[in-house]
């Protein structure tokens, strides 16, 4: 592909006052957002930062994060967000394998990233980014107005849901296609709002600026993940598109609201399959629930429901524009419709591989274009995808396979529970057996009797956990799936009271 005008300029020429970026503070236009993305950009440079280095943002959701990841995309620059819950450990070992040119954080308390090199400064706050940025005025001939499609744009970390996240190099080309891909199946309005309450160092919140920079549409920064604050925003900003993991919307769908306005156009649901009792309640409540199935290494969305699924109440998505899905067996086998076997995508939003450090990139996909994803699930008749669960997940007990995510959603089912893991334990007989951690509703009483009559009516005696175990809450990778990990801590288990059925 040829060289491609940036986005951002086409904006602040065509329609320079139209909003491009809202928060609490006020609306920032797309004049005024390349102004600040060409200030950063010249920034970047005299720092000493160069096409093709590597620049870390290690901060929580703002305007000036926004500004800095174009800005080093403006330069020829890698963008590497970085999540905020990390340790110094983690730190080293970013530093070691990505040796980056610049770091900007969003508070001094990360410590671990102060390190000079060669005498040089390599870390910065955003707000000090900011502000030595609005020095610079007007335009440079050595800002880049076009970008280039197949170089490296973004390398994004995985959540770890199998153990330790894997940096996933992606191509503007990659992002670009899922952008188009989205627009494709839900459409876009000039009047179209995106409201980012997805942490921008998860491809999905990345996904969504870069989605508004090509649609000339505007995004709106949320400040908090709460039910009730979703729907104030929803409402007070004229939101039209938002993104939620299932445990999110749940929060929406318990917020109290049952009427939601007419300029909410859809509600992107991923993060695993949407149990059956949340959909039936978005759907009554008004909501555009639209269940989707992606991941980093697709650049976000690889299937979606279309608009016109809402009212089926399936937890099931359609691959996308220029999106092949394939279910395999052993061997790379495909399977037939309705047969469960490992999800294999193929299209130009499957990222260019995994960065190994010293600029090596460990490719994705098989020598046909296929990339074999960790999960599991089935097409039906008519290529809508249902997804089941993660291989790595799937418990063995006495042979059979058990995954714990159908068990999961039918716990959250119950009106007893809010949100609930399952995960294996041991066991010297049947090898393995099924433990299922349940967080209940506010106030809420719960006989592990209930639990067992629940799932006894939908499951096989050999799928049913062996143990109920009732936790404050339970802990969440900065995605918001669950931690499965630290849920089988000791220091976890510690705070739990077991019970049994």
Request: proline residues 7%; aromatic residues 6%.
């Amino acid at each position: 592909m040829n060289p491609l005008p940036y986005p951002t300029i086409r904006w602040s020429q065509e329609t320079p006052g139209a909003a491009a970026v809202i928060d609490r503070s006020g609306v920032i236009s797309y004049a005024e957002l390349e102004t600040r993305i060409v200030a950063g950009a010249l920034l970047l440079q005299e720092l000493g930062v160069h096409a093709g280095d590597r620049v870390i943002i290690c901060a929580a959701n703002s305007v000036e994060w926004i500004i800095a990841a174009h800005a080093i995309t403006r330069i020829g620059a890698v963008l590497v967000p970085i999540t905020v819950r990390l340790n110094s450990a983690n730190a080293a070992s970013h530093r070691e394998s990505l040796k980056p040119a610049l770091i900007l954080i969003d508070v001094e308390r990360f410590s671990f990233w102060f390190q000079n090199r060669g005498g040089r400064r390599l870390v910065f706050t955003l707000e000090e980014f900011a502000e030595h940025a609005r020095r610079f005025t007007g335009s440079n001939e050595t800002i880049k107005n076009t970008i280039e499609p197949e170089t490296l744009h973004s390398i994004v970390f995985t959540s770890g849901t199998a153990g330790v996240p894997k940096g996933v190099c992606l191509s503007f080309r990659n992002h670009l296609a899922n952008a188009f891909a989205s627009a494709v199946n839900l459409g876009v309005l000039p009047e179209d709002r995106w409201l980012l309450n997805l942490p921008l160092y998860h491809v999905g919140g990345l996904a969504i600026i870069l989605r508004a920079a090509l649609y000339g549409t505007a995004v709106v920064l949320a400040d908090s993940t709460d039910g009730a604050a979703t729907a104030q925003f929803i409402s007070e900003y004229r939101i039209t598109q938002l993104s939620l993991v299932a445990t999110t919307l749940w929060r929406l769908v318990r917020s109290g609201v049952r009427h939601f306005p007419d300029h909410l156009r859809s509600i992107l649901v991923g993060g695993g399959p949407v149990p059956i009792r949340i959909l039936d309640e978005a759907v009554g409540s008004h909501l555009p629930v639209l269940p989707t199935y992606g991941m980093t290494e697709t650049a976000s969305q690889a299937a979606t429901a279309a608009p016109c699924d809402v009212q089926l109440r399936r937890s099931v998505a359609r691959p996308l524009c220029l999106t092949e899905i394939s279910i395999r067996g052993d061997g790379g086998r495909e399977l037939p419709a309705g047969s469960e076997g490992r999800i294999c995508v193929r299209g130009p939003m499957v990222g260019m591989g995994y960065w190994q450090g010293s600029d090596r990139i460990a490719p994705l996909i098989d020598q046909d274009g296929w990339f074999a994803t960790s999960d599991v699930g089935s097409l039906d008749d008519g290529g809508r995808l249902s997804v089941a669960g993660r291989i790595d997940h799937v418990i063995i007990s006495g042979g059979e396979k058990i995954h714990p995510e159908e068990l999961e959603a039918m716990l959250i089912q119950s009106p007893k529970v809010s949100n609930a893991a399952v995960i294996p334990e041991d066991d010297p007989v049947w090898g393995q057996r099924p433990v299922a951690y349940v967080e209940l509703e506010p106030g809420g009483l719960l006989v592990v009797a209930d639990v067992s009559d629940w799932l006894a009516s939908s499951f096989p005696r050999y799928k049913l956990p062996v143990r109920v175990v009732i936790v404050p809450q339970l802990p969440l990778l900065p995605s918001g799936k669950i931690d499965r990990q630290a849920l089988s801590s000791s220091a976890f288990l510690t705070q739990t009271r077991p019970q049994s059925p």
